[in-house]
């Protein structure tokens, strides 16, 4: 197997880090290479904001105030952003074109994102894609300072991966049964 399919096949979601976490200088070089992903029309209909500190506090205040959650649930919800010291947010920032579709630029922004997290982890570090129902509220938009022609997709939960951590732990497909060839399939 090549070290390509290794690395791939062994990754894995890490939702405990620890408070270690790359640079923004380390994270220049891997975005430029998740930037290779296909992307129709080569628009770059995406966007990558980092979230550290006070940013993350202030994204836990968002959550809150979209959800409404009082009392030890606020507490809780404003929690979430602070479970690892870096956040990036993977964001979809559509352009104008006659021949790209919203859709088609979604998938190029989500390839950058799951890009980025494989390389991430091929580079050491514990990464966790997150998302949730409040991912695109106003308050949560707001505090990204989204244009009306960008969509949240979510969060990568970034930092050191915790000594003892389980290594990738996926349950086996048969691959048969998700590729098919289109002669085999039955006339529609």
């Excluded at 200088?25 to 129709?40: C, F, I, N, S, Y």
């Excluded at 952003?81 to 630029?105: C, F, G, N, T, Y």
Aim: proline share 5%.
């Amino acid at each position: 197997m090549s070290a390509v399919l290794d690395a791939l096949g062994g990754r894995r979601s890490h939702s405990k880090v620890t408070a270690a976490t790359p640079t923004h200088e380390d994270l220049l070089p891997l975005v430029a290479v998740a930037a290779r992903v296909a992307d129709h029309g080569a628009l770059r209909p995406w966007r990558l904001i980092e979230l550290r500190g006070d940013a993350r506090r202030r994204l836990g205040d968002a959550l809150v105030a979209a959800s409404g959650a009082t009392g030890t649930d606020a507490t809780s919800l404003a929690g979430k952003p602070l479970r690892a010291e870096l956040l990036i947010a993977i964001v979809a920032s559509r352009r104008e074109s006659d021949k790209v579709a919203a859709w088609e630029q979604d998938a190029a922004a989500a390839g950058v994102g799951h890009m980025l997290s494989l390389l991430l982890a091929d580079a050491g570090w514990g990464v966790m894609w997150r998302t949730g129902p409040l991912a695109r509220t106003a308050p949560v938009r707001d505090v990204h300072r989204l244009a009306d022609s960008e969509e949240l997709l979510g969060w990568l939960y970034v930092g050191g991966v915790p000594e003892g951590a389980k290594t990738g732990v996926r349950q086996v497909i048969d691959p048969a049964e998700f590729l098919g060839v289109l002669s085999a399939l039955p006339p529609a």
